[in-house]
């Protein structure tokens, strides 16, 4: 496995690696860290708050938690090669930096493959979300649950978007996954793969024309402030996954690894109440920032991007798992 760490990564993993020699594993065998790109307070911090207080409870105070939130130790993808390796022990990462990694997460990332979020629960909480948090282990995580997201749609500084169309020629921002680039390629815009703390600026200074995102992520991160079109795609429902580093798993009695399991199982409800009602707060306030937003047709969406699926599914175990979605709401590939 290769990331091709960025030289903030190489910064980001150095200055990772002295806080935990500073004041992580010397305080402690049982301080163990979170890490997330989101700022405090935003779901799936407190979701993963709410989850160190369980293990510190139920471990009668042997496994505590520190989070790092707010990409203070670096980006999604050089934090998730980190954690491989045990220099972070938890990490919340959407699902595209693990889709480099390990090609069975590209099945909850497709375009337009669930139908609503009853059906994405349906997935994650069952036997088919299972295996693809199993898929990661080889690769040295430990796929943990999946938490919301809620539904991304393509924001920009031009225009609405209501057909594939309307997106030609736009530079659009997307996290660094070959999924994204085709998506974004397949409905005849420029795809620029760049992490999410460098968006807001590249809007206002022109650099890309827009991104896509989730409503409490463009309102979070003031991209509405810069990216007055909010046009509702919908194209992802996809969810996001809760990992841990096996090193640190294995380091664990059998015991503790259950109630780590069961923790963040349980997290999970919680983390989904969060999410509603963030997402109810970020309408609102984009609703009252003055940003167009739009309804889409998705139909002439997702016909340019069956090629995507085609591309992506590389696999048997992936077609076989795209199946099995898809045959929980009557339907096959
Ligand atoms: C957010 C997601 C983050 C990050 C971000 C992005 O919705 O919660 O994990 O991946 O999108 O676009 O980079």
Known sequence: MTFGMSRRGVLASGAASLMLAGCGRRLGPGLLTSVDTH???????????????????????????????????????????????????????NLAPLNSIEPTTIVPALPFLFEDVAHMHEFADGPIGQAVLDSITPHGLIGLCFYDSGARSFYNTRRPIRTPEDMRGLKLRVPGSDLYIEMVRSLGADAVPMPLDEVYTSLAQGVID?????????????????????????????????????????????????????????????????????????????MASGVEVNEVDPAPFVAAMTGVWQASLTKPLQRELVDRVLALRGGSL
């Open 39 to 93: 700022p405090e307070g935003f779901p799936p911090v407190e979701a993963v708050r709410y989850f160190g207080d369980l293990l510190r409870e139920r471990t009668a105070g042997r496994l505590n938690l520190r989070l790092y939130p707010g990409g203070q130790l670096g980006n999604e993808r050089d934090t998730l090669e980190i954690t491989t390796f045990g220099g972070i022990d938890f990490n919340r990462v």
């Open 210 to 286: 827009g991104a896509e995102n989730n409503w409490p992520s463009f309102e979070n991160g003031r991209h509405f402030e810069v990216a007055p079109y909010y046009s509702l795609t919908q194209h992802l429902l996809a969810p996001e996954m809760f990992v841990m580093s096996k090193v640190t798993y294995d380091a664990l009695s059998a015991e503790d690894q259950t109630i780590v399991k069961q923790a963040a199982r349980d997290s999970v409800p919680y983390m989904r109440e969060l999410w509603e009602a963030q997402d109810a707060r970020s309408r609102a306030i984009i």
